[in-house]
């Protein structure tokens, strides 16, 4: 199953918007197409989102009518604009369209073709890695898993949300198929269900044991001792080691740090974002307040009622035990571990804490 396929005449999507039940696709042709894809939610999760977004440029690439190089980076840069303010939170998304900018740009000496293929190489690659990035923190993150493990997981972090196996649950997927004896507690994840709809989805596919739980069961569970760990994935990690992920992460860590659990972070370095001192600098996505009032279109609220939607919020680094990323795993003090992650990944040194500290 690919989340998102790069092919001759465009731009595959599962539309992840009808799963459980349905396994339909969207295919898009346009870097339009790509932003509305991200902005409803037919493609999320922060890793394939990125992905998304390196697609959108190179089909800009390939469908402009600029008469030279310079006027073909100019409309790059005009489809990267729209992708990056399509969801404002996964920093993925800006990471992946400054990737493919700075390919074309590259290439403008090449002249108009060289930029065209320069961008789609660049997209292509960026898939690819992510789906190797995957490989190493499910390797990584299986090593903190004991032999039998009762794990929490929110939200989707599997294939649907990456290039490759997931983050969290890629951790989780290894530990199982190295032998370890794993059962996951699976949040809902309200208001949009990707824990119900998707991470439960991905887990019966994969044949590892689940249970469902409603987003408000998991403090239950912490005291009645049933959860060994917590993993969960991210959508930014900032300088100082605060993540943002899927409102209710937050109260899963809080919960975790009252009853000795550890909880872990895993994302590939592409989510941590240098140019964020702290979580709090992080702009937190306002979804449309229907997701809460009427969750898979049923009305469960009075009319008139208000209702707020954050989509994410930010769980501060003293709360996280580690944060497992492609490149190893960091521990407090998060400024400097992962300040070293960053540094020894391949363009890591031109991020803003470099210059900073040099
Ligand atoms: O709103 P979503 O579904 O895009 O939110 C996704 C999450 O919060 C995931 O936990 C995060 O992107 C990590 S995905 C590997």
Known sequence: ??????????????????????????????????????????????????????????????????????????????????????????VNIAWAVRRVLAAAQRAVPGGLEAVRSAAVDEALAIAVEDEQSCRAIGALGAELVPDEARILTHCNTGALATGGIGTALGVIATAHQAGKAIQVWVDETRPLLQGARLTAWELKRLEIPMTLVSDTAP????????????????????????????????????????????FYVAAPISTIDAASDRGGAIEIEERN??????????????????????????????LITAIVTDRGVARQPYRSSLRDLVRAAPGGRAWPWEAASA
Do not use: C
């Open 1 to 90: 199953m690919r989340a998102i396929e790069w092919r001759d005449d465009g731009v595959r999507m599962l539309d992840q918007r009808a799963l459980p039940h349905h396994e339909r696709y969207v295919d898009v042709e346009t870097a339009g197409q790509v932003a509305d894809a991200v902005r409803t939610m037919v493609v999320r999760g922060a890793p394939l989102l990125g992905i998304a977004a390196g697609f959108g440029v190179a089909l800009a690439a390939r469908r402009s009518g600029a008469g030279g190089p310079g006027e073909l980076v100019e409309d790059l840069e005009r489809a990267g604009t729209a992708i990056v303010t399509s969801r404002p939170t996964a």
């Open 219 to 262: 403090g239950s569970l912490m005291a009645r001792g049933l959860v060994d760990l917590v993993v969960v994935g991210a959508d930014r990690i900032a300088a100082n080691g605060d993540v943002v992920n899927k409102v209710g992460t937050y109260q899963l860590a809080v919960l975790a740090k009252r009853h000795r659990i550890p």
């Open 289 to 318: 307040a229907l997701e809460v009032l009427e969750p898979l279109g049923l009305r469960i609220a009075p009319d008139a009622t208000a209702a707020a939607n954050p989509a994410f919020d930010v769980t501060p680094a003293e």
